[in-house]
């Protein structure tokens, strides 16, 4: 049976925040919120699902969820499909809420589904200190595979990943919220703006794309797909700004554009939900080997440096030199982003 989350209709969470732009956390508890923590969370097994929706809980000492009061502040990582995550009831009629636990849940409808491993959702945290990813005690509620079917295997879900800045301020706290002081965008000095409540930079980054494993190719086709609310690849259709690695004898195509087959706009707001997407193409008569950096894309940023798994990377094609299909297939990631301001 569907989960309550899923079966009540799930709506894309485009992120919380309060109207006057401050994060907040929906329960009392005497948080100075001294880290603004990004937590991701993924499927971490190899499995197929359709829905998945899991509860995670941390202690009150460790730290509480960003908030509107109801839903939690979250994004969702993977470009199809529906989010949703809330702080966990605190009674049984749900009159009151935990800030130190939420329940989300992912519907793909008739999207593709989720393969795992793969990440899902980051969430925002407020922490006196960076929490461990052990921390976090996640429990799979409900799930759903191909064909309506229990997943086989079961899902394993987890932090896969958790990263803590200074969170620029200090906390007020009263009974029933904790409010992190949000900036507001003539706050900020020339070369920053206002995001997730902190001044962060402008400016353009250097995304390096990687072969990880020992495997040789001749034909290798991906897509990139990324949330145009970060910012965009540089240049659109044939004029995308990625290049090759020098010395590795491949000849490349790169194409840009968003979801509307447009190129990425300029965000409407915070939590624009347009993805972008990018298909490389590389052909090499000697083939390349792996593990080796293949190409770079500039990307210019609205929101900050991106995160590596910010994009997720799908093959599309991929055959050895003597056009053979590669076992094991190639594992494509982002290795690196880096300001190319420095």
């Given at each position: 049976m569907i989960g309550r989350a899923v079966a009540a209709g799930l709506a894309v969470l485009l992120g919380g925040c309060g109207q006057d732009g401050a994060a907040t956390s929906g329960a009392g508890g005497n948080v100075k919120a001294a880290l603004a923590c990004e937590l991701t969370f993924g499927v971490t097994n190899a499995t197929t699902l359709r829905v998945v929706e899991a509860s995670v809980r941390i202690s009150p000492d460790e730290g509480r969820f960003a908030s509107d009061g109801e839903r939690a502040e979250c994004d969702n990582l993977f470009p199809y499909g529906t989010t949703s995550a809330t702080l966990a009831c605190?009674?049984?009629d749900c009159t009151a809420r935990s800030g130190n636990?939420?329940?989300?849940?992912y519907d793909g409808g008739s999207s593709p589904a989720v393969t795992g491993p793969r990440d899902l959702l980051r969430c925002r945290l407020l922490a006196d200190a960076e929490?461990?990813?052990?921390?976090?005690?996640?429990?799979v509620v409900d799930a759903?595979?191909?064909g309506l079917r229990p997943p086989r295997p079961w899902p394993k879900v987890s932090v896969t990943d958790v990263r803590c800045r200074a969170d620029g301020g200090s906390s007020t706290t009263s009974s029933t919220s904790t409010t992190v002081p949000a900036c507001d965008q003539a706050a900020c000095a020339n070369g920053e703006h206002c995001w997730r409540g902190g001044c962060v930079p402008d400016g353009r980054y250097e995304v390096v794309f990687s072969l990880d494993n020992d495997v040789t190719f001749g034909a290798l086709g991906i897509e990139v797909d990324y949330a145009c609310r970060l910012g965009a690849i540089v240049g659109e259709g044939v004029t995308t700004a990625c290049v090759g690695r020098r010395g590795l004898r491949m000849?490349?195509?790169?194409?840009d554009r968003?979801?509307?087959?447009?190129?990425?706009?300029?965000?409407?707001?915070?939590?624009?939900?347009?993805w972008g997407q990018l298909g490389a193409g590389l052909i090499s008569i000697e083939g390349v080997t792996g593990p080796t950096v293949l190409f770079t894309c500039q990307f210019q940023a609205v929101a900050g440096a991106p995160w590596p798994s910010d994009f997720s990377i799908r093959l599309v094609d991929h055959a050895a030199p003597d056009l053979r299909p590669l076992d094991p297939a190639p594992v494509v990631t982002v290795s690196e982003v880096r300001s190319t301001e420095e």
């Open positions: 605190a009674d049984a636990a939420i329940v989300f849940a929490p461990a990813p052990q921390a976090f005690a996640v429990d759903v595979g191909e000849a490349t195509s790169f194409n968003a979801t509307d087959e447009s190129p990425c706009a300029p965000p409407t707001g915070p939590y624009d939900p347009l």
